[in-house]
């Protein structure tokens, strides 16, 4: 990393940087990689061998592990 930051420690040995830029998106200015603004109660997406599951702060949303296809992945629904 070439940029100029100051730097702390946490008592768990996790850095804390300071004065490092967001670098700009790839999915472009309010457009997420998941489509939470399209959805309604009651919709739902599927992400295909996902590790993590997808959430947002902006809506209510449950998700289970499931198979579709064969392929294992997380559906999560807006509530």
Do not use: Q
Request: contains cysteine.
């Amino acid at each position: 990393m070439s940029c100029m930051y100051s730097e702390r420690r946490t008592k768990m040995s996790i850095k804390i940087d300071s004065n490092v830029k967001i670098p700009s998106s790839s999915y472009g200015v309010g457009i997420g990689k998941y489509p939470w603004h399209n959805m309604k109660p009651g919709d739902s997406f599927f992400v295909p061998e996902a590790k993590t599951r997808p959430a947002t702060p902006l809506f209510k949303t449950k998700s289970r592990v499931c198979v579709e296809n064969n392929v294992k992945g997380i559906r999560v629904w807006k509530v």
